[in-house]
């Protein structure tokens, strides 16, 4: 089982960039799928999760209104689109794969993790 985020990036304060995180080796269609990130020196945090269906979405306060999730169930992969980015948002972004169907934001409910890509947001 693989999740594969994207390549981050670096972008400048205000731009926008979409990491996608495509699954391999199993179907996670009846899984909730979410997106953490990790700043340097700081502890992994959520950011944003999708249901199974991609009916009900759940956002970190910090990128409410900024970030979109979602998910394309038949191509076994989740995307999360990011606005607005601002130098705070520069941090190892991962998708992980929930242990049931609906999204949390403790990252021990995620099962499966990718390996994290970097974006980073110049001022």
């Known amino acids: 089982v693989q999740l594969q985020a994207s390549r981050g990036g670096l972008v400048q304060a205000g731009g926008s960039l979409r990491l996608s995180c495509a699954a391999s080796?199993?179907?996670?269609?009846?899984?909730?799928m979410g997106w953490f990130r990790q700043a340097l020196g700081k502890e992994r945090v959520f950011v944003s999760g999708i249901s199974w269906k991609g009916g009900s979405t759940l956002y970190a306060d910090s990128v409410k209104g900024r970030f979109t999730i979602s998910r394309d169930i038949s191509k076994n992969m989740v995307y999360l689109q990011m606005n607005n980015l601002t130098p705070e948002d520069t941090a190892v972004y991962f998708c992980?794969?929930?242990?049931?169907?609906?999204?949390?934001?403790?990252?021990?409910?995620?099962?499966?993790w990718g390996q994290g890509t970097q974006v980073t947001v110049s001022s």
């Open positions: 992980a794969a929930h242990r049931s169907s609906y999204p949390g934001q403790l990252d021990r409910e995620y099962r499966y």
């Open positions: 080796g199993r179907t996670f269609s009846n899984n909730a």
